[in-house]
């Protein structure tokens, strides 16, 4: 069981007394200083006489960043001035503030009664009176109620007079809260790390040049209602949908229904596609992306949930348990004669083809035995590392995308033969593959042909790369 209290230096009382002279030295010096503005003195209240180690420092740091978003947030100007964070007393910094004091005190409460682990700052306001005396403002002088006590919820000052609970009651109270912060900045930290990677592999697809039919800096031919730009824009507008997706895989519970994980992101998704929408004008940019990224990310927070290490196998069965029955209960409500049907699921109707939803539905297989390998083990470049792996999909993907523009399965045999060509000439890393490559992508341009849901498939492969070699590498910010 997690004890914060296993470690550090025993306070006795006139240590204790001897910092609170200090803290009142401090705070007279601000006020001094700054008479006209407010100072904030935070600390923590602790039970027992280990009032400081690295983990106490750690989580009051951590919750003051908090704490001074949320001054940001209500539009506070302040500034940091004082601290002692490794004092054997316990941590403590002191703010100067923008503010009056009653509004200073209300954005105190309200962090202190935030969360239960917030409950263990002790944030004092303090303020210079016309006499010139420092002067503190307490909660139940603005309409708060007074502090109430972490186990019992009764008045923590009758609790404290009575000491009605041990110290050790209350230690295992205050471990189990700070655990709690950890859990949840750990989370955090997660899905930082996940939407950040995500992103990146959005950006990195459309950056990555020279691709066949698809928008990149220098050549968007097949594409010309599109431009990098407008893919840039689009990438941006899906971040809180990728933080919803992070979140709800590590939401997951053990006796969770994935199928219910995946119900919750495809009603974000929804909405992501309206955001992307909004940027673009009406432009179909990453509708594709939204469902398979959404997916991946989801995948992957719920593989990192708690253990922060790459597993390919827990990924792909979290896909196909959140995606079971999909192809069937999909495609099952096909109407042929229905004018809003997709790319794909008219290629279903004609061809059989099960698409992007097939393709999902199996765990992606094609990114997992070629893409993400591909992209891990190329040499050179990022760009060389993001055409190859691209290529490599595109020769083992039925593009959705591309039979749609070429109207015919004829299509694949042609793409996969040109291809061929490509890699037989050296790949990217050599002059005559790049010849080859620029004619396939003139070609492409100029049949109005693209491979668009290729494009999909490398974007989640660069995600998993890029996530997974911040996962390997220890890199987990």
């Not at 009575?162 to 912060?181: D, G, I, N, P, Y």
Request: glycine fraction near 6%; charged fraction near 25%; aromatic fraction near 10%.
């Amino acid at each position: 069981m997690f004890n914060l209290f296993d470690t550090g230096v025993t306070q006795d009382i006139p240590a204790v007394l001897a910092n609170r002279d200090k803290r009142v030295f401090v705070q007279n010096k601000l006020l001094s200083q700054y008479p006209s503005e407010i100072v904030i003195g935070a600390k923590l209240n602790t039970p027992g006489p280990i009032k400081n180690n690295s983990i106490i420092e750690a989580f009051f740091v951590k919750q003051l960043e908090e704490f001074e978003d949320l001054l940001l947030k209500e539009g506070v100007v302040f500034f940091k001035n004082t601290e002692w964070l490794d004092a054997e007393t316990g941590p403590e910094r002191f703010y100067v503030v923008e503010d009056t004091a009653e509004n200073v005190k209300r954005i105190t409460t309200e962090f202190e009664e935030s969360k239960n682990y917030c409950r263990l700052f002790d944030l004092d306001v303090l303020f210079l009176t016309d006499n010139e005396e420092m002067r503190s403002i307490s909660r139940t002088e603005i309409g708060y109620s007074a502090r109430t006590c972490l186990i019992c919820g009764r008045p923590a000052k009758d609790c404290g007079r009575s000491r009605r609970h041990s110290v050790e009651e209350l230690q295992a109270k205050v471990s189990e809260l700070v655990e709690v912060s950890f859990k949840l900045t750990d989370n955090k930290r997660k899905v930082q790390l996940l939407v950040n990677n995500a992103l990146r592999a959005l950006t990195y697809e459309v950056t990555a040049w020279p691709k066949p039919g698809l928008v990149d800096p220098v050549e968007w031919g097949a594409h010309p209602d599109m431009n990098v730009f407008m893919f840039l824009d689009s990438s941006l507008s899906l971040q809180n949908y990728l933080r919803k997706c992070a979140w709800a895989g590590l939401n997951c519970q053990t006796n969770t229904d994935y199928r219910d994980i995946f119900r919750e992101i495809r009603e974000f998704g929804k909405i992501a596609e309206a955001d992307m929408f909004s940027a673009t004008k009406g432009v179909n940019t990453h509708k594709g992306a939204v469902f398979s990224l959404g997916v991946l990310v989801t995948a992957v927070a719920i593989n990192i949930k708690d253990n922060e290490q790459f597993d390919e196998k827990v990924i792909k069965d979290s896909i196909i348990k959140m995606l079971r029955g999909l192809v069937k209960t999909d495609y099952s409500k096909i109407k042929s004669n229905d004018d809003s049907l997709t790319a794909g699921e008219k290629q279903y109707l004609k061809y059989g083809t099960k698409g992007i939803r097939g393709e999902a539905a199996d765990g992606y297989p094609v990114v997992f035995k070629y893409g993400l390998p591909i992209f891990m083990e190329t040499d050179g470049n990022m760009n060389q590392r993001l055409i190859t792996a691209l290529m490599n999909l595109a020769l083992h993907t039925e593009d959705s995308t591309l039979i749609k523009r070429a109207g015919t399965l004829d299509i694949i045999e042609w793409k996969n033969q040109r291809i061929n060509d490509f890699f037989a000439a050296g790949g990217i890393g050599t002059d005559s593959g790049n010849k080859v490559l620029n004619d396939i992508q003139k070609e492409f341009s100029d049949r109005h042909l693209s491979l668009g849901g290729t494009a999909d498939l490398l974007i989640i492969t660069v995600f998993l790369g890029l996530t997974k070699e911040a996962l390997n590498n220890g890199n987990k910010d």
